[in-house]
């Protein structure tokens, strides 16, 4: 059984930054790949970033140059650091690994 709990949610205005972070509990954390999904009201869940366990990296194009994610697997925990904010950006970021998800974390960005 894995937990995922995110923060670091937050209203923002646009081309501000956050960065959220998601710590899991449960075994076997560095040897799984990560990922950063999100969902806008009225939209399905999207991919935004996903990180392997040997730390290669993949993007949603709409993110490229502005999201970085990365892992400490001393600290069992993901981020994703969040540059140049955009209204288009504004959704509930979950946290995943596996079958697991997180509960999610609210990012608002204002125009």
């Known amino acids: 059984q894995v937990q995922l709990v995110e923060s670091g949610g937050g209203l923002v205005q646009a081309g501000g930054s956050l960065r959220l972070s998601c710590a899991a509990s449960?075994?076997?954390?560095?040897?799984?790949?990560m990922g950063w999904y999100r969902q806008a009201p009225g939209k399905q869940r999207e991919l935004v970033a996903q990180i392997t366990s040997g730390g290669f990296t993949t993007y949603a194009d709409s993110v490229k140059g502005r999201f970085t994610i990365s892992r400490d697997n001393a600290k069992n925990t993901v981020y994703l650091q969040m540059n140049d904010l955009k209204p288009e950006d504004t959704a509930v970021y979950y946290c995943?690994?596996?079958?697991?998800w997180g509960q999610g974390t609210q990012v608002t960005v204002s125009s």
């Open positions: 449960g075994s076997a954390f560095s040897v799984n790949a």
């Open positions: 995943n690994t596996r079958l697991f």
